[in-house]
Every structure is written in C-alpha cells, then in structure tokens.
C-alpha cells in the first residue's frame, strides 16, 4: 500500500482550500436543474394553498434529542453538534426539518386561528457516510399541515407528492402505506414484538440487540439479509389497531383510490420515535439502488406537545432533493436548459453607454439578454467572429448587433441564430418595446 504523501503549498504561497467532504458545490448548469425542480415545487405548492415557512439552519440541541428521540441514530451518531464558545449554548446543524417547523409554530402561536399548510425547502446535515444520493449536507423539501386531524389531509399531502412527480415527469414511483395506530395499540404491539424477538435472541445482530427493549420497532427496518425471515415472521401492528384507527386508514385509502392514486401497504414501514401515529406512507423507486425512498412522511399528532405546545394534530413529508434529481437523470428526464433570448454583440467599446442602456431597456421588458464583454482591460472587445462564435454558444436565438452605422441611425440589427434562415432585421432604439416582443416571440 503506497503511503499518501501530502503535498504542502510553496513557501508564501496560499493553500488551496476544498469544500468539506460530503458538502458539494452546485455549478451552473446543474443548479438549473435545481431551480427548476425549486420552481414546480413553489407553483404545485400554490395551487394546494400551502405557504412558505424558512426556518433557521442552526438549532438547539435540545430541539433534536426531543423531537427525535435520543435512541436513535440521528441524534446518536449524525448530528453536528457544537457548544457555542460565546454563550455556551449548545447547538446543531439541522439533520432534518420538522421539528424546527413545530418550535417555529409553537413559538410564534401559529395555530390560534386555525390549522396552518405549511413548506420548506433548504440544506440539512447528517455526518454519515457520502454516497450515491446521500451527503453530509444535503437537501430536502417539505410539506406540513398542523392543526388538522382528518384523513383527508393525510390524503392531500399524499397526492400533492403524487401530483409533483407528475408534474416532474417522474415513472415507476411507487407509494406505500401503513399505520401506526395510536399508543395504545402501538404500545401492545411493542409488547408483542418484544416478545417475539427475545424467543430469536440468538439472531440478532448487534443493533438490534441495542435497540430491542429501547426502540423494536426499529428493529422492522433492518437491512441485514440474515433477519429478513425473523422480521417477516414478525406480529403486524394492523392486527393491533381499533375501530377508529382502522376507519381513519380506510378514508385515506377510500380518498386515494378515488383519486386514482395506486398503493399497497407495507406492514413494515414504521417510525421510531412515539410522536407517530396513524397514517405512515414512503414513495419508492427501484432505479436508485439501497437509496429507493425519495420521499417519506405520516401523521405526528403527540410532537408539538412534545416541543412545548399545546396538543395538536399534525401530519407531513419530505423529500430528498438530490435523490429526486438523480431519479429524474436516471430516467432521461432532461429539464429545459436555461438561455438568454438575445446576446448583445459590441463591436467597438465606445458604444458601451448606449449599448447597455438599451440592455436595460430591454431587461425591463421581461428579455433576457446577455451582454458581450472584454475578456481583459487592454483587449478591446474582441473581433465580430469571435463575438458571434460566443453568441451561438450562450444558446440565444437572437443576436443583437450594435454597428456604428446601425447606431448612427438610432438603431440596431437583430439577427436570428436558431431557426435556420439567419434573417436580419434593423429595430430603432427609441421603440423597445416592439423589439421586445420579437425577442419573446419564439420562446
């Protein structure tokens, strides 16, 4: 094995700096792709009256090992966490975004008129291994509705992330449901399971041991091949659930059907913190390796109590954004890449305070324009053809030429560079908005 040898920086000269691990930039033009996921999130998220809510990327610790529960990995093994140098204070990176959804909604007294539709979108942090569709800091995307305790707002949030996949071009998502019950079903369930894995003690591995008598219900989610047949031999927390938790689940499923949403249930898909009840649900693809969930949520009615509120009904999801573009690259969904309507040629730089007036002009109009600029102080702005060769690579399909006679009549010539025919047409400066409108006519 060859030793890894450092190689330090010249003498008086700055190290180069990295990004930490796990922690990626976004360059154009991927961050396209980003904003245009961002953008049919923000415009479905309309059409079903929800409203943006940001919260802070730092927070108590306290917020996490409450609202998650400290048997668990998160808070056990993921969480970056800090004491504050300044004040003591001791602080974490959000690793998800729900609970800082309930502080701020606890905090602010945002259900004394009623229930609110809530979303977020932004960066949280999880020290974990980096792979595909997983980072350190990655990204989600998140629907809340709080203050209402119907199955028929389980429903909508299920098909408001049925509707986004649609809208996306997203195939072969698949949903699956199950429920949780309330505690008390869920608690003689636990007893039951408990049971069960103690008479298999002996083939259990290591974290299920851990987390037989703290949290069982954990113990449903293994991946370990070798408990696959002791879990699916397992007692089902349906065969658990009363009257009313059974009724609750069916109208979800009634409303779903009706909709013409398909799904199936998964008695395993549970959740391990106790603020879980009721409707759990996962969308799932099969095209992404060991990384299929792209979005997860159910009902959470004990956690804004559980943060310091007064008892309320609470259900939502997250998605995970980076596992949702991977999907779409897998699946050759490409979204339109962005281009400027015009590029502005310059032959000479004296131009330049008409050239950009103009420019502003336009841009007021609603054109996208981009603006030719010297490549160095002392080079001017560089020859036609060269101009013309930066035009066509911006992908604009015009060019918006500005000669010295075309300017000394008040004017500018607009040259087609996409449809083939390369017609040229002369547009006077002092009626913008006509030269708009041909700019905006082929988008």
Wanted: proline share 6%; aromatic share 6%.
């Amino acid at each position: 094995m060859t030793e890894k040898i450092e190689k330090k920086a010249p003498a008086g000269k700055p190290e180069k700096l990295v990004a930490v691990k796990g922690m990626n930039d976004i360059l154009p033009p991927e961050s396209a792709r980003w904003e245009w996921l961002e953008g049919k999130v923000r415009s479905l998220m309309a059409r079903y009256a929800y409203r943006n809510l940001r919260t802070p990327i730092v927070e108590p610790t306290a917020l996490f090992v409450r609202g998650l529960g400290e048997v668990t990995d998160i808070v056990e093994k993921e969480m970056y966490s800090f004491e504050d140098k300044l004040n003591g204070e001791h602080l974490t990176l959000r690793p998800e975004a729900t609970a800082g959804v309930v502080r701020a909604v606890v905090e602010h007294a945002l259900l004394y008129d009623g229930g609110k539709r809530l979303y977020y979108m932004g960066p949280m942090f999880r020290h974990e291994r980096p792979q595909r569709g997983r980072y350190r800091q990655f990204h989600q995307i998140g629907a809340e509705a709080l203050g209402f305790a119907g199955p028929e707002v389980d429903a909508e949030l299920i098909l408001l992330a049925h509707a986004l996949w649609q809208e996306l071009g997203l195939r072969d998502v698949r949903l699956e449901l199950n429920s949780l019950g309330q505690p008390e079903e869920r608690k003689a369930h636990r007893s039951a399971l408990i049971a069960h894995f103690e008479q298999h003690f002996g083939q259990l591995d290591e974290d299920a041991r851990r987390r037989l008598h703290s949290n069982p219900l954990r113990i449903l989610d293994t991946k370990n091949p070798a408990m696959q047949p002791i879990v699916e031999a397992a007692p089902r927390l349906l065969d658990f659930l009363g009257a009313a938790s059974r009724a609750h689940f069916e109208r979800v499923t009634a409303i779903l059907d009706a909709s013409g949403v398909a799904w199936r249930i998964n008695p395993r898909l549970v959740r391990g913190m106790d603020y879980y009840n009721l409707t759990v649900f996962e969308f799932i693809t099969d095209q992404l390796g060991a990384q299929g969930t792209i979005c997860g949520g159910g009902r959470y009615d004990y956690l804004i109590e559980q943060i310091g509120g007064k008892p309320a009904p609470a259900v939502g999801w997250a998605l995970g954004v980076e596992r949702v573009l991977e999907l779409l690259k897998e699946q050759g969904e490409a979204p339109p890449a962005p281009v400027p309507d015009a590029y502005a040629v310059v032959p000479d730089a004296t131009a330049l305070p008409t050239v950009m007036a103009t420019l502003q002009g336009l841009r007021a109009l609603g054109v996208c324009v981009q603006m030719h600029a010297a490549p160095s102080a002392d080079a001017g702005m560089g020859s036609m053809k060269s101009q013309f060769k930066k035009a066509d690579a911006s992908g604009a399909r015009f060019a918006l030429v500005f000669g010295a006679d075309e300017l000394a009549r008040g004017a500018l010539t607009c040259k087609a560079l996409r449809d083939g025919s390369g017609a040229q047409t002369e547009h006077a400066l002092a009626d913008l908005p006509a030269l708009a409108a041909t700019l905006q006519s082929q988008r």
